[in-house]
């Protein structure tokens, strides 16, 4: 939800605006969709060429080939625009230097839907679930270190987040999770993959927690830009995300821990609600 209403006159600008500090820096940087940001002058096929396009973008607007199931020889549709996968490997010039040590999925979960006459949000539909189960099935050649850990990125949330009002979720709860009537199996999904460690969520803007549900991470990011609802004396805030390389005898080794926390936009940028989502249970030659 870079953009947020109709009153955008230009798509491209206001997004150009939501990403210049990374590209100012020389940051590579991923997108993916909300429900809002076709509400301009773009429309979400053309919203995710242009994001794909902009300097040091590395988001993708649909799988690349190499991520395509091999029998089908085929790029099959997928519905949505963002659905990627990067892979990411581990330090220049250690052991791991063409491995992949971490794994980031990112998913369009839709906009509007009208279901039997009912109008919902969108929802994780089976053919990206397909892809997520093909994309992790695929032995990773390039991989030395078994499964590396997975981070999943999209806007809605599922249903199940509903639960977590009822577990001791980090952070705050304070707005009804809306989301689609229809039940996707993203954590079943999540759950038989086995190395998706959290999930990062939007949409419901002034929840900013995390919570656990059958082993996966849940986590809101707490509205960031000021063009969409917030709530008064409630400061906009972003989320960190931190991955730490593990360090052997003499090389770096793989992701060793994934931290994460939020900044607010207050007056010393606080830090809060520190948290370790994932640490391994092995030791890199140690
Ligand atoms: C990684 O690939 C490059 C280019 O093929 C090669 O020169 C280098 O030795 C490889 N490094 C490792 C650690 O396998």
């Not at 109709?6 to 940051?27: H, K, N, V």
């Not at 993916?32 to 301009?40: A, F, K, P, R, T």
């Not at 082993?215 to 008064?232: L, N, Q, T």
Request: glycine content about 10%; overall charge negative; some cysteine.
């Amino acid at each position: 939800d870079n953009i947020f209403g109709s009153s955008t006159t230009d798509a491209a600008e206001s997004l150009l605006q939501a990403i210049g500090p990374a590209i100012e820096y020389g940051i590579p940087w991923a997108a993916i969709l909300g429900n809002h940001d076709q509400e301009s002058t773009l429309d979400r096929q053309e919203l995710m060429t242009f994001l794909s396009l902009v300097d040091f973008s590395v988001s993708q607007i649909s799988p690349s080939v190499e991520d395509d199931d091999e029998d089908q020889g085929a790029l099959r549709l997928i519905d949505g625009f963002g659905n990627y996968r990067l892979r990411l490997h581990g330090a220049p010039g250690s052991v791991l230097s063409n491995s992949t040590v971490f794994d980031l999925l990112f998913l369009d979960s839709g906009d509007r839907e009208t279901v039997q006459g009912r109008r919902t949000y969108g929802w994780i539909k089976d053919s990206q679930l397909r892809w997520l189960q093909d994309t992790s099935k695929q032995g990773d050649n390039q991989s030395i270190t078994g499964n590396p850990p997975a981070l999943a990125f999209f806007h809605i949330p599922i249903p199940e987040v509903r639960d977590l009002w009822y577990t001791p979720f980090i952070g705050q709860f304070q707005e009804g999770v809306a989301c689609s009537v229809v039940q996707s199996r993203l954590l079943q999904t999540f759950v038989s993959m086995g190395n998706v460690k959290a999930a990062f969520i939007g949409h419901d803007h002034v929840n900013d927690f995390c919570g656990n549900l059958k082993g996966v991470w849940f986590c809101y990011g707490g509205g960031f830009g000021y063009h969409a609802y917030g709530r008064p004396n409630w400061h906009r805030r972003a989320r960190v995300i931190e991955a730490k390389l593990g360090k052997g005898r003499d090389t770096w080794t793989g992701v060793e821990r994934i931290k994460t926390w939020k900044r607010l936009d207050d007056e010393d940028l606080s830090k809060i609600d520190e948290q370790v989502l994932w640490e391994a249970s092995y030791t890199f030659f140690k």
